[in-house]
């Protein structure tokens, strides 16, 4: 197994991206696998109720056209908001999440979280996604369903299974 | 680094499925880093116009949660529909895609992609992701902007850069 | 007040459509004032679970363009979920919805409702519009929060205020 | 047929809004029939490239719980966002609108459009109603298909023709 290029992926970037993300993931909030994999760094902004969620850019994760997987940037939304309603509110499960994709990402970016409408059992966020350039590239809206508020009629399991709403 | 479970993945597993993604995937359809790393199969049923894409489960693509992370989930949808536009009408790129999570999901799985609406120059597309149960576990709808169309005024530039519309 | 014709709309159809709305509506599900302008006719399938909400055409619901404006289809989409929702399961509140335009209506049109995932909090549904050559003109998916599982800690107040979740 | 209240709709109010409608719409922007019955008022801030439209209150517009209708909603929004394109971009038409409800709507309203992203031949806008406290109701997002830079391939038939893309 050498570690020549492949299609412009140096395999031992990612080989050294596997092991750190094996060596430091746990599963919990900010800290699973695909997070670490992902190299996230996950920062709030308490007085604003915000989350930023900070991706870098990696080879690996492009689309068969060259840029950012849109999936790769579905999964960093989808954390940002999580996070948040996680953080401010309790944990919740994703109703439904909108995404709209602006531009293609060809670097490092950050995705922004904030609350539309913290419901008592419905959430609603949105999250934008920007380059380093501080384009908007993406944009996000989801609905959540927090799990807290229903505690009577909810068993452990079905806490833990997100989406059985 | 040893081969010891870390939260219940297995790292010589990872480790193989990395190993064996570095080495089959190219930057095209269906043979990108990201389809080879989940170890996706894309079929296609010429005759319905529709595609399937099965997605072996793993540990490493939990949520903090336990089950399949919606971002992977959010990937393989893309996927679905991103080949079905590319096989039957002509390369395009999403403008935005809306999922819906109806279960989590905690084994094998299998996307169905198919055309709701292939417009000259938008078109519109709809998966559904199933367990081994056969149990609809989440649904998404999208539109996407062929490439084809617009030929006279696109850069090859242009065209290699999803979401720039 | 004369009848003549006002850019294409005949004010003695928009008169008659006014009062029939005035003498024949009520507060309720199927008959309330909206419903009744618009002339729907709202039909059930017990066994597939589904409904038929019929729209005739009418001059005076054309946008600018001269076609049935999307909020008017927007309209009897909604009534299209809202019913069967109530119907089959509970009243229930719209938590958001999605609405996707393949082609202008330019004559009557029906709406055609189904459950894709009746879960015991929130609804997932969705319709599908139909003009006359029975070409698809629309669709939306739509989440809806269920009133009666949370009956505890509803007031009636809450429970006739939509949206509030 | 009497003035007498029908299910608190006082028949006067309504008559007198048909007929100003009749009197005072056109086939245009901002002055079309549904956009006068609903007594809309459209103004512009060119500067930072927004739209405000408000909505009077009415009882004919209520839903059978007895607020506004989501339908409603979805006109003002859809309106909000087609003037705004029309006005600082070129006429376009919905590809598709997503829409999130937050709270019921009991009285009069406004709705402020603004675009998220005005590509050259996608553009997205999003768009906020408020009631008369300045409390967040509904949200919506909504892609539209410009029809200035598809010229050459347009017929005039087509312009004509929202959502035929």
Do not use: K
């Not at 970037?13 to 092991?19: D, K, Q, T, W």
């Not at 969620?53 to 056209?65: C, K, S």
């Not at 999440?97 to 531009?103: K, T």
């Not at 609603?124 to 996000?140: I, M, N, P």
């Amino acid at each position: 197994m050498g570690s020549e290029p492949t299609n412009g992926i140096d395999p031992e970037v990612v080989r050294a991206r596997v092991e750190d993300a094996l060596a430091t993931s746990e599963p919990v909030f900010g800290r699973f696998f695909l997070a670490r994999l992902l190299d996230l760094t996950v920062t709030y902004d308490d007085e604003q109720q915000r989350t930023c969620v900070e991706l870098p850019f990696a080879d690996f994760l492009r689309n068969p056209q060259g840029s950012l997987h849109g999936g790769v940037i579905a999964t960093v939304m989808d954390i940002s908001m999580g996070h948040l309603c996680h953080r401010y509110l309790s944990t919740a499960v994703t109703i439904e999440m909108q995404m709209r994709f602006f531009r293609p990402v060809n670097g490092p970016s950050r995705c922004e979280g904030r609350l539309l409408r913290p419901g008592r059992r419905i959430v609603h966020l949105e999250s934008h996604l920007y380059d380093e350039q501080g384009r908007l590239c993406a944009s996000a809206t989801a609905s959540w369903h927090r799990l807290d508020t229903d505690s009577q009629s909810q068993t452990p399991q079905t806490v833990a299974e997100p989406g059985n709403t």
